[in-house]
């Protein structure tokens, strides 16, 4: 018990907390892309298994309180890992095979399909092997003139889904 509260008690508070969480994190989890030193894709079943396991523990088995949690907690890090590295890691690769990421494309060229203007965005279409991305495009670096339709362009920097490009003559001239 802890403050007259059992801990059977709890681990079931905190197994429906949890999944009302990774309900959410399913729906909602790429919208809010984490880079923290914990990932909530992970730490969130992990404190779910470990409250479902010592859930069951308490009311199965007569074993100490802490050795109880240990025992959940190494449990729950076995599924988690195997979590991680049969479903989540798998999945996050594959997003990146069907078609080019925007890291990939800094560095290509494309065409540009809406004329680009001094200090305004455009539009451009960048051809890859599993088909064309169309992605608004600004200047990199300050121009004097707008850059045609048709006119190709090289891509230097992506931020915020925005392309940001120098006009492109083909290869170096020596």
Known sequence: MIQ?????TIYL??????AGIAVLLVIFGDVFDFDGPIDPMLAIPWLAFTSLF???GERLLEWHHLVLFLVSGAIASILVFLLN???LM???NAE???SISEKDMEGHTATVVTPIPVG???EIQLKSVTGSISRPAAFYAPQERTI??????LIIEIRERVCYVVPYEGSLQL
Do not use: A, D, W
Request: aromatic share 12%.
């Open 13 to 18: 508070y905190t197994l429906i907390v949890c």
């Open 90 to 92: 798998p999945m996050k």
């Open 54 to 56: 010592g859930y069951l």
């Open 4 to 8: 007259g509260i059992p801990l059977e």
């Open 120 to 122: 305004g965005m455009g």
């Open 148 to 153: 045609e339709r048709g006119t190709q362009v």
């Open 85 to 87: 590295f049969y479903v």
């Open 96 to 98: 990146s095979t069907i």
